[in-house]
């Protein structure tokens, strides 16, 4: 007799991990209750930089994208002398990002591999150029929030601290989620089908041009919301930071890569090593530069998938598994 069979999507592992996760998120979510204002601050920053570092690897990690430019989304700011209301600059900030990268896209996807990745970066720079022109921007010297500003996001400090900490912890499980449930949709098979040969899946009908344009524009509208919350909590952004491809860019590959490209799991570990070492090696200057390029050129050496992936090797792990497995169940027939 032959065995029934079963596709299943979850794992023993993701169960036991969703009820971990649930109840940490509760945790964190209450954080301002019980915790202090630096831990706020420290737990918000990893919040935004998991949300980054996720949105470069699905660019980067399944649509093949190495994109250098990210910075040009996250340096976007539509509030300060323009006089927008805070909130509806947050709720404008994604939707404009995404409008601003139709047009950059047509001009980047002309370009393949290293050029694509050169052309984001002159393209990020561009936009700073810009922005350092415009006055009602701050020109050169950038924006720093008013008080009134200040007030709209909340009336006291302890206050205005806790909503911004919410707002980083709540856009990082938002696109964790959304990252998540695209990879497991039809769009996430396309994205797979490309990365592994894209000729191959364009001969199997993929529309290779459509994906990667959906996929780019909706990482650069997700950076926006980003980028917005991050310039909330540092209370001033100037072209030089705003754009800097060192703190949005070369950092979340740094993670990504150091985690496991193409991975969910990756960029979690990714920021945690690098919030790890910044802590603990901050105060030694240019030794602690020395020892992250030092790390990740063994771990690229030893593991090229990352930590997550040489894990995944060797344990067959899957916490955020988006593939589909078949399961062999034998029946009480077939066991007699």
């Known amino acids: 007799m032959t065995e029934p069979e079963r596709v299943e999507r979850a794992t023993r592992a993701s169960r036991a991990f969703a009820a971990v996760v649930a109840p940490a998120l509760v945790a964190l979510a209450a954080l301002p209750w019980w915790g202090d204002a630096g831990w706020m601050r420290l737990v918000g920053e990893m919040a935004y930089y998991v949300a980054l570092a996720q949105l470069w690897n699905l660019l980067a990690g399944y649509a093949g994208l190495v994109s250098v430019g990210q910075q040009a989304y996250v340096g976007l700011y539509l509030t300060g002398e323009l006089n927008i209301n805070v909130y509806l600059a947050l709720a404008l900030a994604a939707p404009f990002a995404g409008l601003?990268?139709?047009?950059?896209?047509?001009?980047?996807?002309?370009?393949?591999g290293a050029y694509f990745a050169v052309g984001t970066w002159v393209v990020s720079e561009v936009f700073a150029l810009s922005a350092s022109l415009i006055a009602v921007l701050g020109a050169g010297s950038g924006l720093s929030l008013t008080p009134d500003i200040l007030r709209e996001v909340a009336p006291d400090h302890g206050g205005r601290d806790a909503i911004l900490y919410l707002m980083s912890l709540g856009s990082a499980v938002l696109v964790v989620a959304v990252v998540y449930l695209l990879l497991r949709s039809r769009h996430g098979l396309a994205l797979t089908a490309i990365r592994d040969s894209e000729p191959a899946s364009a001969s199997l009908g993929v529309n290779t041009f459509r994906t990667k344009l959906i996929i780019y524009v909706l990482t650069a509208a997700c950076t926006g919301l980003i980028g917005a919350v991050i310039f909330l909590q540092k209370l001033r952004i100037s072209p030089e930071a705003g754009f800097s491809i060192n703190d949005w860019t070369v950092v979340v590959i740094f993670?990504?890569?150091?985690?496991?490209?193409g991975t969910i799991e990756g960029p979690f570990i990714g920021m945690l090593v690098y919030i790890v070492l910044r802590e603990l090696l901050a105060d030694y200057g240019t030794y602690y530069l020395i020892l992250m390029g030092a790390i990740a050129i063994v771990v690229m050496l030893k593991a090229p998938l990352g930590i997550w992936g040489f894990i995944v090797q060797r344990y067959d792990l899957q916490l955020f598994p988006v593939g589909r497995r078949l399961v062999l169940t034998r029946s009480p027939q077939a066991s007699e």
């Open 255 to 261: 993670m990504v890569v150091i985690g496991g490209i």
């Open 100 to 112: 601003i990268s139709i047009p950059v896209s047509f001009a980047v996807f002309r370009l393949r």
